[in-house]
């Protein structure tokens, strides 16, 4: 699939507001699956913007606004083309014996520690141990955990917010499409199945949106996308931001600013087939 | 998770216990008998090394100088040149910042007079291993943030590197000139009882302790000069002077023009008497994460004279507080956007951020192994014993000796380690064994280590006490450089083992003889050098300035305060009906107005109880909890004062803490006395008056002597309008009694007589004190010397009709325009008066032009962060 994505943040500040140094990260990655055809950044107002890549090779767009300034938009249009690997089948295809080769293969080790929103707790153990009790295979215990937490959890708009931790998940049962994946990427993480949060948008949902579902490493299969809030494996409908250990890393925008804290914040997303 | 990466490269670890092989002793004769005298009352511990005597218990050949320098004096000299290192150390204002600590910021330095004296040849041989060490931990570092190659190749464990919150992902891939990480290394060493140094641990994030090595070095080659000299102690400066060279090499502009700062965290920070010390020595300027910001990936110093490019920060900001906007975004010490002008290249951080990754313990154990494979060379300077708690083989052996070990973090963390100092009872042991295997690469077992000892003065006498060496390293342009010296620590009981500064320890000179006289160096001046002369001192941060505003304003606001509340208990007399209140009503409306007695209007219960009235009047001066006190004032005076201490005069600091101390002796529930009260009134205003003679006579008139005056002249202004005002509110404003109150609290009463000899009146009691303009105490007096100041600054920031030169125009031009002769006609109610207008309107100006100070010169708000984006 071919998408056109738009999506513009707006932030309107009570009075007017400088220094504004801030990092962007909402360019959609090349990765095996999805390619970029192009991508636009604009930010109002005009500024010079530099990006880098990152260590889980996100790419950030950094800028500096020092003028005061009222209010700031931020617009992201990119084009990319979606043809991700079929799913795979709901059986044996990884034991535990072969995942515990995992942390061997490069940069895994982040992806198996407790992270800044996600906590390898013993609760967490002993409920992946529950979710997966009897089942002796890697890849079936993840998908046995997908099923268990899109089951645990309520799906609830605004019942927390972008700082909400894992184990008040845990402890509350609800939460939007970041807390699923948190709270999963938390459970593989204490089976020792490394685990990562991915930041991007989802063409399906009627009101196009951004989202956030993981990836899991499989020995022999690669990184696979799963979508608890949704109990299934990532499809063409989804675009891959970036990705990190939790939310923290890939926030859509992070920054700050010499001012008053008081401001209004529109958020615009849309995502259109192109055919 | 580690378990799968034992690959044996963990070296064989060299305990420090072995059996006591003793250096060679010296030649006895030569210092013959110098043991019996003082060295005879020190008592030895027989398992440790002693620095300076041999087993036999004969100095050590290098002490013989030293020794028999001290040997020489009598026992009241010694004592004589201990106090006087103390009295120096005071005078300099050496401070270490003990957290916690209730009695305040600052904690004298302990320095011991008797150094620690180290032969040349040992010192020839642990430079060698230290500046393999630091070229290694480099070496290490640049992999680590680099390709990381040793990674892959299994010679570091992944937990290592990004288990620790000392790796900092955002640097990771960002080139630093010369792949120089450590600019600066320090290392704590201690020596076994066979005589070997080892390092007890590695300092890469921000190694501190060289300038109390130098502060001590001043202190120490003073009161002992004649041993100094003999000994050929090799000097610091020249080490110092490299490390400078260096620095300047490093700017990314070329070099003449660089500009490094040191960034500070502020006073509070426990080592900020060495940041500034430092600073000074080394000429450069101490700026806090608000003085610098980035533009256009470049760092800049907000100076009153707008901005300056920086290109090398020396930094005593941790490093993950450095950037707010990529490095921990709760810091407020930093500067947002600093990553990126790193990675830009546009500013060079010293050290890197990132480099305290290898000062963890977890390194020390692999060291060995790490030394062969990236030098090609056997390690020479061994680590004290340690073992990962990450690697199998060593976690069950740690497990198998857990009570054996000194157990602690392996990365920062806030992880509770247990009291090293106290052995472990079964149920803390079986609690550290869960928490070990729970979390393993989390920690480090360390060996016990017996210190050796060296002899203090104390008691008239010497004592033997455990010590370790703080040695430091710098990079130049030829490799790493060792200073010839070092800080030793010295613990405060006979038997420690574990020596910090924060615990109440001590420390030592440490001086390194040579064989031949050594080359005199120093910073102060370069023989031959073209002096550049200046004479700006207009570069002044604008938080700096901010701060001498407010130590103006507080300065004078304290000086009102007294004066008004010396009057108003003067005057009030309990035997006359009301207490003879309405005279001095205005004074105390004034300092209702102000603050210091908010409500007291309100209250008429007061105005017949005698006593609640003299107490509400002292608790205005002595009670430090109540806001806007005359005490309270002095505290905020002296938090102030340590804002802007590296830019005062010791003379200044000290009549403010004086200050602070006359106000503070009270509390302790005395029934204090109204004369008691104004004595220490009267007292205050000297203080006050030594300040303001200080500010007056020493400081050059630049900018921060400019931003001082200024507050003074604003909020004296502000005093001396509220209490017009309130006189002119009052029925009794024609009263001369009132009047002589008004001119004694303006220090006016003398020049009144010799001007009338009648008694005062509105009209003459007004043009002294509100437009005479020779008179320092008048209201146009100030007004004039503000517009001086303007004058002298630089532009502000807008020059709009609110600004601070149109609002001074106006108040100025509606002062001189009016005449109190002409204003004379008696008034019925001289509160709806001419005159009540124009006090009025100069009175409301004041804030403004506050305001328009603020606004124009003191550019700092809030930091905010930019609201994210909410997920579905």
């Known amino acids: ?275 | 998770m580690s378990d799968a990466d034992n690959s044996g490269k963990i070296r064989e670890q060299t305990p420090m216990f072995q059996s006591q092989t003793q250096l060679p002793s010296m030649d006895a004769a030569a210092v013959k008998g110098a043991a019996e005298g003082l060295l005879a009352s020190c008592q030895q511990n027989a398992s440790a090394f002693d620095e300076f005597l041999g087993v036999d218990g004969r100095p050590r050949p290098h002490y013989a100088k030293l020794l028999s320098a001290l040997e020489n004096f009598t026992a009241p000299e010694l004592r004589r040149r201990r106090d006087t290192s103390e009295r120096l150390v005071h005078e300099q204002g050496i401070t270490y910042h003990v957290y916690g600590d209730p009695r305040g910021v600052e904690r004298p330095w302990q320095l011991d007079p008797i150094p620690l004296v180290i032969a040349p040849e040992e010192w020839r041989s642990l430079e060698a291993g230290l500046i393999q060490r630091a070229t290694l931990l480099n070496k290490i570092l640049a992999d680590c943030y680099g390709n990381q190659e040793l990674i892959r190749s299994r010679w570091l464990s992944p937990a290592m590197v990004f288990a620790q919150p000392d790796f900092l992902r955002p640097l990771h891939g960002v080139k630093v000139p010369n792949d120089t990480f450590l600019h600066f290394y320090a290392a704590d060493l201690a020596r076994s009882p066979d005589g070997r140094w080892w390092v007890m641990s590695d300092r890469t994030q921000i190694p501190t302790g060289a300038g109390y090595a130098l502060a001590n070095r001043l202190v120490t080659s003073r009161i002992l000069p004649e041993p100094f000299r003999d000994n050929h102690v090799h000097r610091l400066a020249g080490f110092f002077r490299d490390a400078q060279s260096a620095l300047a090499q490093l700017a990314p502009r070329q070099a003449g023009t660089a500009r490094v700062v040191m960034l500070t965290p502020g006073p509070h920070n426990e080592t900020y008497f060495e940041q500034a010390y430092l600073a000074r020595y080394l000429g450069y300027m101490l700026v806090e994460g608000q003085d610098l910001t980035v533009r256009d990936n470049q760092v800049f110093l907000k100076t009153l004279s707008g901005l300056e490019r920086v290109d090398v920060i020396l930094r005593r900001v941790d490093d993950d507080f450095c950037d707010p906007l990529e490095l921990r975004n709760d810091s407020i010490l930093g500067v947002p956007g600093l990553v990126e002008a790193v990675r830009a290249g546009n500013v060079v951080m010293a050290n890197a951020l990132g480099s305290g990754l290898v000062q963890s313990p977890a390194f020390m154990p692999f060291l060995p192994g790490l030394c062969e494979r990236l030098l090609g060379e056997k390690l020479k300077l061994p680590s004290v014993a340690t073992w990962w708690c990450g690697q199998k083989d060593a976690r069950s052996y740690v497990l198998d000796h857990l009570g054996e070990f000194v157990v602690k973090p392996a990365f920062r963390s806030h992880l509770r380690a247990p009291d090293p100092e106290k052995p472990l009872n079964k149920a803390e042991l079986a609690e550290l064994k869960r928490h070990v295997e729970f979390d393993p690469d989390l920690f480090v077992a360390q060996e016990r280590v017996e210190l050796s000892t060296a002899s203090i003065f104390e008691n008239g006498g010497l004592a033997a006490r455990p010590i370790t060496l703080r040695v430091f390293l710098a990079a130049t342009e030829r490799g790493f450089r060792v200073m010839p010296g070092g800080l030793v620590r010295v613990s405060p009981d006979a038997g420690g083992k574990f020596i910090s500064m924060q615990h109440g320890g001590s420390s030592k000179d440490a001086w390194v003889i040579s064989e031949t006289p050594v080359e005199e160096v120093t910073l102060l001046h370069t023989a031959g050098a073209n002096v550049e002369l200046r004479r700006t001192g207009n570069n002044l941060p604008s938080r700096l300035a901010d701060n001498f505003f407010w130590l103006g304003r507080y300065s004078e606001r304290a000086d009102a305060t007294a004066r008004l509340l010396r009057s108003a208990l003067l005057r009030f007399n309990p035997e006359r009906a009301g207490g003879g209140r309405s005279l001095i009503a205005p004074l105390l409306q004034t300092l209702e107005a102000q603050g210091q007695l908010p409500g007291i209007s309100a209250k008429p219960e007061l105005l017949q109880n005698a006593e609640a009235f003299e107490a509400e009047l002292l608790a205005a001066i002595f009670d430090p909890a109540r806001t806007g006190s005359l005490h309270s004032t002095a505290d905020h005076l002296q938090r102030l004062a340590t804002q802007v201490r590296d830019r005062t005069s010791n003379d200044m600091w000290r009549v403010l803490s004086q200050l602070n101390d006359r106000l503070a002796t009270p509390t302790s529930s005395l029934v204090l006395l109204a004369g008691d009260a104004t004595g220490v009134l009267n007292e205050t205003l000297i203080g006050l008056a030594a300040f303001h003679g200080l500010a007056r006579e020493n400081m050059t008139r630049a900018q921060a002597w400019r931003f001082l005056d200024m507050g003074l002249r604003l909020e004296r202004a502000v005093y001396l309008c509220t209490l017009l005002e309130a006189t002119l509110r009052s029925p009794d404003a024609e009263n001369p009694s009132l009047l002589e109150a008004v001119l004694e609290v303006v220090d006016s009463r003398i020049t009144f007589r010799s001007r009338y000899t009648l008694l005062p009146s509105v009209p003459a009691v007004f043009d002294l004190v509100l437009l005479d303009d020779k008179n320092p105490r008048s209201v146009l007096f100030q007004i004039n010397q503000l517009a001086k100041h303007f004058e002298k600054l630089p532009p502000e920031r807008e020059d709009a009709p609110g600004s601070g030169k149109n609002v001074l125009a106006k108040c100025r031009a509606r002062l001189n325009q009016t005449d109190a002769r002409e204003l004379a006609a008696p008034h019925d109610a001289w509160r709806n008066s001419e005159l009540a207008a124009v006090v009025r309107e100069t009175l409301e100006t004041l804030p403004k032009l506050s305001d328009a100070i603020a606004a124009g010169y003191f550019a700092h708000s809030e930091i905010s962060r930019t609201g994210r984006g909410t997920e579905q």
Request: aromatic share 10%; glycine share 6%; net charge neutral.
């Open chain 1, 1 to 275: 699939m071919k998408y056109d994505v738009l999506h513009r943040t707006r932030y309107i500040y009570a009075s007017p507001v400088r220094d504004s140094f801030n990092d962007v990260r909402l360019q959609p990655m090349p990765v095996p699956g999805q390619a970029v055809e192009s991508f636009l950044l604009k930010v109002l107002p005009a500024t010079r913007l530099t990006h880098f890549k990152d260590f889980y090779s996100n790419w950030i767009h950094h800028f500096e606004i020092i003028e005061p300034h009222g209010s700031l938009t931020i617009e992201a249009q990119s084009r990319v083309v979606t043809n991700p690997p079929a799913p795979l089948p709901a059986e044996r295809l990884c034991s535990f014996a072969r995942m515990k080769e995992a942390p061997n293969v490069e940069r895994c080790f982040d992806y198996l520690q407790a992270s800044r929103f996600v906590e390898l707790s013993p609760e967490a153990w002993k409920l992946a141990l529950d979710a997966t009790d009897g089942i002796d295979d890697a890849w079936l215990a993840i998908l046995a955990l997908m099923k268990f937490v899109h089951g645990f959890l309520k799906y609830e708009t605004a019942s927390t917010h972008v700082h909400t931790h894992m184990s008040e998940v845990m402890r509350d049962r609800r939460g939007v499409c970041q807390d699923f994946a948190h709270l999963m990427t938390g459970l593989c993480r204490s089976l020792k199945i490394p685990a990562r949060y991915v930041s991007g948008y989802l063409a399906t949902e009627a009101a196009s949106a951004t989202h956030a579902w993981l990836e899991v490493f499989v020995p022999g299969h690669g990184w696979r996308g799963l979508d608890p809030t949704h109990n299934c494996q990532v499809g063409e409908t989804y675009i891959k931001i970036g990705n990190g250990r939790d939310y923290a890393d890939v926030p859509p925008i992070s920054g700050n600013y010499r001012g008053t804290r008081e401001h209004k914040m529109e958020v615009e997303v849309k995502i259109t087939p192109v055919f």
